[in-house]
T-cell receptor, first 115, second 117 residues
C-alpha cells in the first residue's frame, strides 16, 4: 500500500513570495490533515478535511494560508505572502476510521525555508 | 482544551539499556486515546503504540510498551533493549472523543533520544 505522498520535499523562497505544497493521502482515507512543525517543536494542526469538507481550520492563519481538497482526494496548501516565521516542515497526514486505532499516517513532509 | 507535556527535552542512553520517556496529559474528556510517534532525522512520523482510555491493560508492541497510569494522567513510553536505530525524536500525542472525523492529534514538544554505543 502506498503511503502519503508530499511534494516538494524542500523549498526555499524569499519573504513575501508564495509557495504551494501538494499532498496525496493513502487511498481510501477520508480524513486529511496539514500540520506545521517548527524546528524544535511538536506538530501543530493547521487544517483538517473530511472528504472535501473542512472539519477544523481554527489554527490556520487565513490572511496568508489557504488549503483545498478538491474531489476529496489530494490537497494543496498555499502560503501567500510568506513570512520568515513560516519556515517550518509542513506535514500532511491521513486517517481512516476503519483502520486500526485511527492513527494518523504521515508523509515525509515539505521543508520550507523563508529568507 | 487538551494538553500534552513532555518534560525531557533530551536523553542519552547506553545501547541495550531500557529507557522511559515521560508524557503527561490533561483533558476533561473521559474518552481519549494516547499515541507515541517516532520521528527520525529523515522527518517522517512513525506510529509506535496506542493506548485507549478504557483499555485495562497497558499496550505493548514488540520492544515498546506504554506505562499508562490513568489517575496520574501519565502515559510513559518504555523502550526495552535500546538500539542505535532508536535515536530519534519521540512525540506523545492525544486524541479526544471517538466519533468519526475527530481523529486529529494534539502533540507534545517531544524528547530527543540518543543511543550511545
Amino acid at each position: 500500500e502506498a503511503g502519503v505522498a508530499q511534494s516538494p520535499r524542500y523549498k526555499i523562497i524569499e519573504k513575501r513570495q508564495s509557495v504551494a505544497f501538494w499532498c496525496n493521502p493513502i487511498s481510501g482515507h477520508a480524513t486529511l490533515y496539514w500540520y506545521q512543525q517548527i524546528l524544535g517543536q511538536g506538530p501543530k494542526l493547521l487544517i483538517q478535511f473530511q472528504n472535501n469538507g473542512v472539519v477544523d481550520d481554527s489554527q490556520l492563519p487565513k490572511d496568508r494560508f489557504s488549503a483545498e481538497r478538491l474531489k476529496g482526494v489530494d490537497s494543496t496548501l498555499k502560503i501567500q505572502p510568506a513570512k520568515l516565521e513560516d519556515s517550518a516542515v509542513y506535514l500532511c497526514a491521513s486517517s481512516s476510521e476503519s483502520e486500526g486505532t485511527g492513527e494518523l499516517f504521515f508523509g515525509e513532509g515539505s521543508r520550507l525555508t523563508v529568507l | 482544551a487538551q494538553k500534552i507535556t513532555q518534560t525531557q527535552p533530551g536523553m542519552f542512553v547506553q545501547e541495550k539499556e531500557a529507557v522511559t520517556l515521560d508524557c503527561t496529559y490533561d483533558t476533561s474528556d473521559q474518552s481519549y486515546g494516547l499515541f507515541w510517534y517516532k520521528q527520525p532525522s529523515s522527518g517522517e512520523m512513525i506510529f509506535l503504540i496506542y493506548q485507549g482510555s478504557y483499555d485495562e491493560q497497558n499496550a505493548t508492541e514488540g520492544r515498546y510498551s506504554l506505562n499508562f497510569q490513568k489517575a496520574r494522567k501519565s502515559a510513559n513510553l518504555v523502550i526495552s533493549a535500546s538500539q542505535l536505530g532508536d535515536s530519534a525524536m519521540y512525540f506523545c500525542a492525544m486524541r479526544v472523543g471517538f466519533y468519526f472525523g475527530n481523529e486529529k492529534l494534539t502533540f507534545g514538544t517531544g524528547t530527543r533520544l540518543t543511543i550511545i554505543p
